[in-house]
């Protein structure tokens, strides 16, 4: 008896033991390091990257809230094309109102038609009553700043699709009318060689106090209390994607970054745009600071500018413009 105990626990601890291995990117983080003063250029980006959430962040946008949810529209399709862009309208009918996702399509300089894809993009409407600059001002503003700073640029064999989706949140998240579900469709309906997708997913929410970060379990186990860092979060089949992106991030910044991946169950995990693309079998992920397990504005009224830690986010900006350029080759 005491033998087959003993192998049961052994058996159990083994199991455990692969699925930390499976749903943890190591090192767990990237190794902290003090983060430098910004340059007078990245200064300029942190305004710039200001001036965005100002601009979209006066209200909230939605369906219900539809005048502000097209006036964020028409704010991020102007921005493009004075960056020289011109980004693609995907338009469709939600609620007897017509809504739209932009994209922008970086192709590679192969011409190759079966180019393998990368998709990166940020939804652009609000939860409820809330005027949304973390969620998701900020995933737009960096989104738009990459567009700038990507503009004229074209990888050698990948394509990269840069989107401002619609309809992330409640009622419509996690359905077909999610603007990322309806891309993603018109992706596999054309058959196109998607390797990955990324979503920004709030970055603007950072502390160095103990107990200012909060996980479900058992990853409040693994990781830090302290809510310092930026999360790549994957779900299940998007293990190797998520090392990728994760690792060469962690060489494009010295944003302190975490790496995990987890069933859709685990609260929070599904919970943004990457959805959609796992469910058409895309590796997938979401870049976010944990959005309700560290930033008490999450989903709130006083979910304004003046709230966003514009250093931080630079920083992660200027990283994830890096990351792109070494990813999308």
């Known amino acids: 008896m005491a033998v087959a105990i003993t192998s049961v626990v052994v058996a159990c601890v083994a199991i455990a033991a692969i699925a930390i291995w499976y749903c943890v990117v190591f090192p767990r983080r990237s190794r902290p390091q003090a983060l430098p003063d910004l340059s ?16 979209i962040a006066r209200g909230p946008r939605n369906i219900e809230h539809f005048e502000a949810l097209e006036a964020a529209a028409n704010y991020i399709e102007t921005t493009l094309k004075k960056h020289g862009l011109q980004p693609t309208v995907q338009t469709f009918e939600v609620a ?14 192969s011409k190759a038609k079966d180019a393998p894809t990368i998709v990166f993009g940020a ?10 600059a973390h969620d998701n001002g900020t995933g737009v503003a960096a989104a738009l700043v990459l567009a700038r700073t990507l503009s004229g640029w074209r990888p050698e064999k990948h394509r990269l699709r840069l989107l401002f ?3 992330e949140e409640f009622p419509w998240g996690k359905t077909p009318n999610m603007g990322s579900w309806q891309h993603a469709k018109r992706l596999h309906d054309a058959n196109e060689n998607v390797v990955g997708a990324i979503a920004l997913e709030t970055l603007g929410f950072f502390s160095k106090e103990p107990g200012s970060q909060n996980l479900p ?5 693994i990781y830090s209390d302290v809510g310092d860092f930026v999360a790549f979060v994957a779900l299940p089949g998007s293990r190797r994607f998520l090392g990728r992106v994760t ?31 796992h469910q058409f079998g895309y590796p997938a ?11 008490p504005y999450y989903h709130a009224d006083n979910d ?5 830690d514009y250093q931080s986010l630079t920083h992660i900006t200027l990283g994830l413009d890096q990351m792109l350029r070494t990813l999308v080759h």
């Open 165 to 167: 989706w619609v309809n």
């Open 247 to 277: 690792r060469t991030f962690r060489d494009s910044s010295p944003f302190p970054s975490i790496g995990g991946l987890a069933p859709g169950f685990v609260e929070g995990v599904d919970l943004s745009d990457h959805w959609s693309y």
């Open 304 to 308: 304004l500018p003046d709230t966003v």
């Open 285 to 295: 992920l979401m870049v976010t600071d944990t959005a309700p397990f560290r930033n």
């Open 217 to 221: 379990r058992p990853f409040d186990w």
């Open 96 to 109: 007897g109102k017509s809504v739209r996702n932009f994209e922008v399509c970086f192709e590679p300089r």
């Open 123 to 132: 939804h652009y409407d609000t939860d409820g009553h809330s005027p949304g």
């Open 40 to 55: 007078a250029t990245e200064q300029r980006v942190s305004e710039e990257l200001s001036r965005h959430i100002h601009a």
